[in-house]
Every structure is written in C-alpha cells, then in structure tokens.
C-alpha cells in the first residue's frame, strides 16, 4: 500500500541551528512533492514545491531536496528561528492526479 | 476574498444529527478539495471540485457524507447522522488549476466534535 512517512518524533532544536526533516514514501512515482507548514489553529500553507525531475529548490532559509531512487525527501531550515517553530507536512502528487497525499508532519521547536 | 473562508470554526454536534459546513475558496480558483484532519493524522482527502465537471467522490468515507459546490464557487460538505468518529478538524483548499503546481490554499478549518 502507498504510505508516506515524516520524522515520527518531534524536533526540538537551538536557534541559529538548522533543522532537518525528512518525508519517505513508499509505492509512490510522484511527479512533484510540496511542503507546507501548518500552525495549531490553522490550516496548512504552502512554502515549496519540487518537481520528479529537480534535486534540490531553495527558497530563503528554507531548502529541499527530492531523491527519487532513495525515494525521499529532506527539507533544511536553516539559522533557525524561534518563529520557525511549527509542524511541517509533506505532500506527493502523481502526474496525472491532482490530489495531494499528506504525511502526518513533524513538529519543530526551536528554543531561544 | 483574500483568502480561503470556512464556517463555522467549531461546531459541537449530537450523535445522530447532521451538520453542514460551508466554504468559500479564493474568487478566481477553480479547484476546490475538502480534507480531513484526525488528531496525529495526516490530512485524508475527501472530494474535489474543478470547475464544472463531476466531482471526484473518492475520499468520501461512507454515503453519509456529501459535498457540493454551486456556482463554481461556494462548497457545502454535509454529514448525515453524525457519528463520534467523524469529529476531526475539516479543511477546505482551493487552487487555480487542476495540475496544481503554486500550491493549495487551505482555509483555518472547521473543528467537529460530535458528542
């Protein structure tokens, strides 16, 4: 069965240090992969996207990297922030469907 | 609008009662997705809008729940006979087209308790 798996434990990390987290999936070919934060309260709002054919995207402190073969993807925050702190979902889309499938997502705290 | 609205934000229900909740995605998307959230759970789709075509039901978890969307605009998701399994926070998304790649914009949710 597909399945897609995040860093099942929470992420507590100093500020100014970089976090990482991971999304695998399994009996998935994605043709794009996206990441979303999501705040207590509110809904999921999307930060990066990275297509089946691109390696690595970055966006301000924020990068993500898409390795098809191993079948994951890792998604750095750099010079942490407390404001960082949130919990992250990854998202997979095949290519000829148009609905995402969420992980269950990673929360990260980040200590002042 | 400016952004995805959904109402109401917390509805407490008695078992057996059916609810409806209401979305109103951003003026201009053409998608819409309704999602649901469980506690430590990932968003489980339930249906899809684009445009006018028939809806994609798939996700829909048994014949109690039905959605619809009129005027290509406002979405109305209704549960029948509400059971305790279905409380859970309900998202609703919109984007602009149907091979989506800017993103979904999702509203704050609404948060169903049946008690």
């Known amino acids: 069965s597909q399945k897609i798996e995040q860093n099942s434990e929470a992420l507590n990390i100093q500020e100014g240090k970089t976090a990482t987290l991971t999304c695998n999936y399994t009996n998935y070919s994605p043709a794009y992969l996206q990441w979303y934060r999501q705040d207590p309260g509110r809904g999921p709002v999307f930060l990066l996207l990275?297509?089946?054919?691109?390696k690595e995207k970055r966006k301000e402190r924020l990068k993500v990297t898409f390795d098809t073969t191993l079948k994951q993807s890792l998604f750095h925050i750099t010079a942490s922030q407390p404001a960082d702190s949130a919990t992250y979902l990854c998202?997979?889309?095949?290519?000829?469907?148009?609905?995402?499938?969420f992980g269950a997502g990673t929360t990260v705290t980040v200590r002042a | 609008g400016a952004g995805v609205s959904q109402s109401p934000s917390n509805k407490v229900t008695e078992k057996g009662k059916d609810v409806e909740l209401r979305c109103d995605p951003i003026s201009g998307h053409t998608a819409l997705y309704w999602y649901r959230q469980s506690l430590g759970q990932g968003l489980e789709f339930l249906i899809y809008?684009?445009?006018?075509?028939?809806?994609?039901k798939s996700g829909l978890p048994s014949d109690r729940f039905s959605a619809e969307r009129t005027g290509g605009s406002v979405s109305t998701l209704t549960i029948q006979r509400t059971q305790q399994e279905d409380s859970a926070v309900y998202l609703c998304?919109?984007?602009?087209?149907?091979?989506?790649?800017?993103?979904?914009?999702f509203g704050s949710g609404t948060r169903l308790t049946v008690v």
């Open positions: 998304a919109s984007s602009l087209a149907r091979a989506n790649y800017e993103g979904y914009t």
């Open positions: 998202a997979l889309a095949l290519s000829n469907d148009y609905k995402l499938s």
């Open positions: 990275i297509r089946e054919n691109e």
């Open positions: 809008f684009q445009g006018n075509s028939a809806p994609d």
